[in-house]
């Protein structure tokens, strides 16, 4: 099993650009999370889904959308990228919704905004 | 809303001696407790956790965690670390009552293993 895949690893946007970040699950899992990892800060919840066409807004959902249409699939969409989205975006799922198994994370994209 | 302290932002130790990371929480409520570890360049992999039972947790590479509902606490323990233990350690709690399920993350613990 591939586990929760996020693409690209890395990229660089111009202030302004928009992209979307990636993230498919192979584990039908329902339950799935977008975090960003600032140094020193840990991580922050962006958004979450308790399953497909479910989605909802965690500690800091400024800046970003998502979209939930199948269970696999879970993008993040930045639409005006600014300097203060620059960090390390994780996906992660869980089978159920308190995580008591463990969130799967995927390995992370790498954000830099300039 | 739940929130969690790590005290110490970094921890330097020489392989093989005893490590001891330190995780306190706020809430008095019933909680899930977990440790993740995450190597450089990678996602967080689930270390252990606490749902209920024994307080003494045991989990993946030697590394156990002590529940202590008194003192708000889930310290991470591991008694010899080896160079390949150095990695970020990030503690999580969520409520096992009502509330919000998502789990809190604290801000890290690097722990840096000398040889």
């Known amino acids: 099993n591939a586990g929760v895949t996020q693409t690209p690893k890395f990229r660089i946007l111009k202030i302004g650009q928009s992209m979307t970040l990636q993230c498919t699950q192979d584990?039908?899992?329902?339950?799935m999370y977008w975090y960003r990892q600032d140094p020193g800060m840990g991580l922050k919840l962006i958004y979450y889904?308790?399953?497909?066409?479910?989605?909802d807004k965690g500690e800091v959902p400024n800046g970003y959308n998502v979209s939930r249409s199948t269970t696999e699939d879970f993008p993040l969409r930045l639409e005006l990228a600014a300097p203060s989205q620059t960090s390390v975006y994780f996906c992660?799922?869980?089978?159920?919704?308190?995580?008591?198994?463990?969130?799967?994370f995927g390995s992370g994209t790498r954000l830099t905004v300039v | 809303a739940q929130s969690v302290t790590q005290l110490d932002s970094q921890v330097p130790v020489f392989e093989e001696a005893p490590v001891e990371l330190r995780c306190n929480y706020s809430?008095?409520?019933?909680?899930?407790l977990f440790w993740y570890v995450q190597y450089p360049n990678q996602g967080l992999q689930l270390l252990l956790k606490?749902?209920?039972?024994?307080?003494l947790v045991k989990g993946i590479n030697g590394f156990e965690a002590e529940f202590n509902k008194s003192q708000t606490s889930f310290h991470l323990r591991k008694p010899s670390v080896h160079i390949s233990d150095t990695a970020e350690y990030f503690c999580a709690v969520s409520d096992a009552g009502g509330g919000s399920y998502i789990p809190t993350f604290g801000r890290g613990t690097s722990l840096i293993v000398h040889p």
């Open positions: 584990m039908n899992h329902n339950y």
């Open positions: 889904s308790v399953g497909a066409g479910i989605t």
């Open positions: 606490y749902l209920s039972g024994s307080t």
């Open positions: 809430s008095s409520v019933s909680v899930y």
């Open positions: 992660a799922s869980s089978y159920e919704d308190r995580g008591l198994g463990g969130y799967t």
